[in-house]
Structure formats: C-alpha cells, structure tokens
C-alpha cells in the first residue's frame, strides 16, 4: 500500500466524530496492517466507563476509513479487540487488500459531515429517505434503526432524553466533565481544534452570558434548587426535538463492546448518508449511555439510570436503545461553524500511549486545543 493512501485513510479516520470532540483514537500501522487504539487520556471519564463512548467513535472512525478504502479500490476487513485481556485499549486491527474499482458515493461526505445544534429544522423526511437510512443501518449485523413516528413512543423518548440531559447538570462530577470540554476562552465566532468552541453549541446570543455562568458548579447546583437543571435539558434536547420533522432511535442486540464498535460503524453510515441527502443530524448518546447501567457515581444516579433505562425499554422492546437522532434540513447551513481535529501526527501511537489501561483521565493542555482559522 502506497504512503500516500495510508496517509489519505488516516486522514478520513479523523474525521470521524467523538463525544464532546474529544478525539479519543490512536493509529499505528504494522506493515500493511493499521492498529487503531483508544488514548486513555481523553477517553474514560464517568460517561464513558466501560470506553462505550470511545469505542462509538472507534466504529465511526473504521467506518470513515473503510469507505475512503473503497474509494481507492482497496477493501478493509476489521479484527475487534484483538487482546481484549492484556491490550483492552486496542480497539482493531485493519487490513487491506486491493479490489477492482468500486462505487464509494459516501467518500465525498466525510469532510461534510458535521453535528448540528442549531433549530428549527425543516421537513418532510419522505419515507424511501428514512428507509434509505434505516438499510443503511442494517448492513451491521445486529444494528437497527428505529424512525420513532408513532406518538407514545415519541412521546417516551423524549421524557428519556430530557431526564438523561437533566441528570449531566445534577452531579458535580457530570457536570464539570460536560463543561471542562468547552472553551469560553474563545470568542462566538471561532472553533478549536480538540473539544467544544461555544461556536458549535448554537446557544442563542441572549443566552451565551448565563449558559457560561452555569461551567461553576455552586451556580448551577443552586439553580438545580429551583429546577435549573430540567430546564437547561429541556432547552438542549427536547426543544431542538419538538422543532425538527424526525426523530430516530439506533439500537443493538447485544451490549459487549464490539457490538458498540459496531454500532458506531452504523452511525457513521446513517450520518453519512444523511449528509448525501442534504440532512442535518444531530445525536442524544445520554439517554443510551445511563440505560446501560455502566456508570457508577453518586448514590442519587442509579435510580433515575434505572427510570431512564425504563423509558428507553418501553421504545427499543427486546433490543438496547443507544443513541437517538434528530433529523431535518438545516436552515443555517451557510453558517455552520464545524468543529476541527488535532493534526495528524498528534495521533501517532507511541511508546509512551497507554501504559496503564486504569490511569486517570487527563485533560489536554490549553496549547493543544489552540484555536485555529473557522471553517465555513
């Protein structure tokens, strides 16, 4: 394999999205062979016990190079976890082999692809898109796309999302690891290479002052005394919902981590796919992640995990629901500000990456995350 396509697969592989940009993914190629692993110092945080956030963005990363592989006639054949036991933070082995030249439309929306936070968005979403979308789901075996038009189940879905945004502003410990990945050092207009400008939250202007209060805890657990924190996840989750034409809910069969990996594949495809047909997409994982029961917090978390986990039961039936997608054209496309990546070699496994699969998460240094130019 040339230097220049290992060099172009590493390039599509970043541009996979992650929880809070947080970039978790680190790339070593063996020969003809990429190692993909997880860098524990911006995976492992209370959301993302059990690294189910970081393997999501593993599968979307595999799946980004898988698709740029295709565009240049080669195909990808993934290993999950191959040393689960003594190398847990060794998420795949990739290899390639060369294949006659194959249609790959979803490569030119890797560089397109974004979250978007802004509202209202616009509709209809005709039923061959949504069963478009759905099939493209379905080619992860065990993955399935849910199109949540019925009203209960609308309805259940969006008391999931609103408790599960609630509940990151009700603890000290989920509440400043929301807030440590976004950086009120920058301006309204520009974006940052590792984590959250406040850019990309589509906070509107009037309310930017009081949504930078709310980063100190003491605010925010005082304005949880009068019901700060449903009304903070109420403007986040539920009201950009009410205002978009579709919601949908991913889910998977069984909850071992190769199974997320997978499902982040999933993803990536549906966003992909999305992002062919002129749609914006944005995902709620916190609903999903509580249900699952991994996270172990404070005492006041289980039961409200538990009632969450309820929820999203009542609208997955005998699968695990994941992740929930809203869905519509964006009437603020021309200025969408997109979140950036850390160059290239800043991913690069060293020696030095992962030594112990239990240590701390650590944040990155302000000189890391150094604002660069927007891009439009």
């Known amino acids: 394999m040339e230097s220049e396509l ?75 976890l191959p040393s689960p036991d003594k190398e847990p933070l060794w998420a795949a082995s990739l290899t390639f082999l060369p294949t006659p030249a194959q249609h790959a439309p979803l490569a030119a929306s890797i560089p397109k692809r974004h979250t978007s936070r802004s509202f209202p968005w616009k509709g ?15 080619k992860q075996e065990g993955i399935t796309l849910h199109w949540l038009d019925d009203t209960p189940r609308y309805k259940t879905a969006l008391k999931a999302m609103w408790l599960a945004e609630s509940l990151r502003f009700s603890t000290k410990e989920l509440h400043q690891e929301l807030f440590s990945s976004i950086h009120f050092d920058l301006d309204s207009h520009s974006t940052s290479q590792e984590g959250l400008a406040p850019a990309t939250l589509s ?17 925010m657990r005082l304005l949880n005394c009068v019901g700060g924190n449903y009304l903070v996840g ?21 909850t071992d981590r190769a199974s997320i990996i997978m499902a982040g594949q999933a993803l990536q495809r549906v966003w992909l796919n999305a992002t062919t047909h002129n749609l914006s997409l944005q995902p709620f994982a916190a609903a999903g992640i509580f249900s699952l029961g991994f996270i172990q917090t404070p005492a006041a978390l289980p039961p409200r995990c538990q009632k969450i986990g309820t929820l999203m039961q009542a609208i997955s039936g005998h699968h695990q629901g994941l992740i929930l997608l809203r869905t519509g054209i ?47």
């Open 330 to 376: 964006t009437t603020h496309r021309s200025k969408t500000i997109y979140n950036q990546r850390r160059p290239i070699d800043s991913f690069l496994k060293t020696s030095t990456h992962c030594q112990d699969f239990l240590q701390p998460r650590q944040k990155p240094t302000q000189q890391e995350m150094s604002p660069t130019k927007n891009i439009k």
């Open 6 to 80: 290992k060099q172009q697969l590493i390039e599509a592989a970043i541009l996979a999205p992650s929880a809070d940009n947080s970039q978790p993914w680190l790339y070593r190629w063996n020969d003809e062979t990429l190692e993909l692993w997880i860098d524990n110092s911006r995976s492992g945080g209370i959301s993302d016990q059990r690294f189910v956030l970081s393997d999501l963005a593993i599968g979307c990363c595999i799946e980004n190079i898988t698709i740029c592989a295709h565009s240049h006639n080669h195909t990808c054949q993934a290993t999950y």
């Open 234 to 254: 109420f403007r986040s989750t539920v009201l950009p919902t009410l205002l978009s034409p579709a919601l949908a809910l991913l889910t998977i069969k069984q």
């Open 124 to 138: 209809p979403i005709t039923a061959t898109t949504k069963q478009t979308l759905s099939n493209e789901a379905k």
């Open 203 to 219: 906070i509107e202007p009037p309310m930017r002052p009081l949504f930078k209060l709310l980063r100190h805890w003491k605010i």
